[in-house]
């Protein structure tokens, strides 16, 4: 019986950061841009995966997958809920620890979906179209008050150094511990 309960508690005390923990690839058919007409295009999908409960944007919680657009460029974004059970929504704020509970005021101008407190609706979509400015680092979030607090975020940098968008997985160093 001993040999049971400490197998119990093992398994409840890892079984969180080995769900955590998974992520998925990013998937470059997520991004595309034209260099000549500098817009870009960035697929946002809310609940792609169950990781961290199904708050995540890509498969990606706690700001761990990083997207770059050079400074200026048009953006649109195509956002979709993919989660099959909860309100999704999305909004660009500025960078910064710890995220508001309830997100209500986009850092750029358009840089946020319908319903942003509310969500989305199961399967919904809208499309954020915006100027990639000023140069600096931001999060984009999910406005459903808790949700961003939750891990529901990913990195946005728009960058003056940048000379096309790039999407990537956030270094280790960048990302916030997860008490």
Known sequence: MNRLVAMLV??????PSLVYAQQQPVD???LSFDANAKSVKFELIAGLTGVNGALNFNGFADGKLTL?????W??????VNNDGMLPHSAIVVAATLPIAAAPSV???PRALTLRASEGLRPLAKDVMRFTAAPAGEYFIVCGVPGHAAGGMWIRLRV????????????PPAAQPSRP
């Open 106 to 108: 986009a850092a750029i």
């Open 10 to 15: 093992a398994f409840a005390t890892t079984a």
């Open 68 to 72: 770059v657009i050079p400074t200026g």
């Open 28 to 30: 470059p058919h997520w």
């Open 74 to 79: 048009a953006v649109e974004m195509n956002f």
């Open 159 to 170: 960058s003056d150094a940048a000379t096309v968008p790039s999407l990537s997985t956030t």
